[in-house]
């Protein structure tokens, strides 16, 4: 059965998918719902499409570490969006609060669809960094779509909410599914859930500067070998953490290290300290390290707040 929070992926367009966390009940017309970050474990870009995008090969995971989204219906038809109280000023920095950002692009289009005439103020908790390639804003668009099926629209077809994802971008699509881990292909909508066995943990840390995405994929190197995503995703199905992390890869890593010394510095230094491979989600800047336990990601995030001076996340899936 589908969970009220997830929508069926587009690999198989409306199939039962892997439980995400859930909404919180709506309670006066007010629902809270998780926008949780996603992880590219394996990151090819296979080439160019006539239509601007890139052909992807990628392997995402949905992790816990999330913003939260609160939305409540108006009396009357205005859509806003503000800033939790609670949010910091540096994550304010960067996510534009009128009909640019995604929550309310997202809105527009699902009033439009289903002839919504309601208003709603949309309160975004950051906790996601922009520029991270964590997909903050992505997710906050799949819920966004998640939230107002359930307070407006219980009836509005899995299908409709994925041709509204796939029109905004191109990771809402996953966070939109209740995939736990999938293979995302085309240019990241199409999802192909994976069976995961076990968690998976990560330590994750971003320099102060974020990535261009548009400037990272003009970066790509198109004459190197292409890599395939099996060998991850058959890591992922037996739970071998340890062959994982000899798999883990990422395209775009050259092309951001080159556009951002910051980062390429930041991953010399967390190899040098840990002395394990490190490596970038989506186009950066994120970059994290995989972790055996819980006990082991914690003990990584100690080691770079005491010796980077920087405050990192624990990834857990």
């Not at 009128?98 to 929550?103: A, F, H, R």
Request: net charge positive; glycine share 8%.
């Amino acid at each position: 059965m589908q969970n009220d929070s997830s929508v069926g992926s587009r690999g198989s367009f409306g199939a039962s998918q892997a439980v995400c966390c859930g909404t919180k009940a709506v309670k006066d017309g007010t629902i809270c719902v998780p926008c949780p970050a996603k992880l590219n474990i394996f990151l090819e870009v296979l080439r160019r499409r006539e239509d601007g995008y890139h052909e992807l090969d990628t392997v995402m995971l949905r992790t816990q570490f999330s913003d939260m989204l609160t939305i409540q219906q108006r009396d009357d038809e205005q859509v806003k969006l503000r800033f939790s109280d609670a949010t910091p000023d540096h994550l304010r920095t960067g996510v534009p609060l009128d009909g640019t950002n995604l929550i309310l692009k997202a809105a527009r289009q699902f009033r439009e669809r289903f002839g919504i005439r309601r208003g709603a103020d949309f309160i975004l908790h950051k906790q996601i960094p922009p520029e991270s390639g964590l997909a903050g804003g992505s997710s906050n668009a799949a819920s966004t779509l998640i939230g107002l099926r359930k307070l407006w629209s219980p009836e509005a077809a899995d299908e409709s909410l994925h041709e509204i994802a796939a029109s905004l971008g191109s990771d809402i699509n996953f966070l939109l599914s209740g995939a736990r881990a999938a293979v995302c292909s085309s240019r990241g909508e199409i999802v192909t859930p994976v069976p995961m066995k076990g968690s998976l943990y990560f330590a994750a840390v971003r320099p102060q500067t974020g990535n261009s995405t548009g400037a990272v994929f003009r970066g790509v190197d198109f004459t190197a070998p292409r890599r395939s995503s099996a060998s991850v995703v058959e890591c992922l199905k037996t739970g071998n953490v340890c062959t994982l992390s000899e798999r883990v890869f990422n395209r775009l890593t050259q092309p951001a290290s080159s556009l951002n010394s910051e980062m390429a510095e930041l991953m010399v230094a967390l190899q040098s300290i840990l002395r394990r491979p490190v490596f970038m989600s989506g186009s950066g800047s994120t970059v994290f390290v995989l972790c055996e336990h819980r006990r082991q990601a914690m003990q990584d995030l100690h080691t770079m707040e005491l010796r980077l001076r920087r405050k990192g996340w624990l990834l857990e899936v």
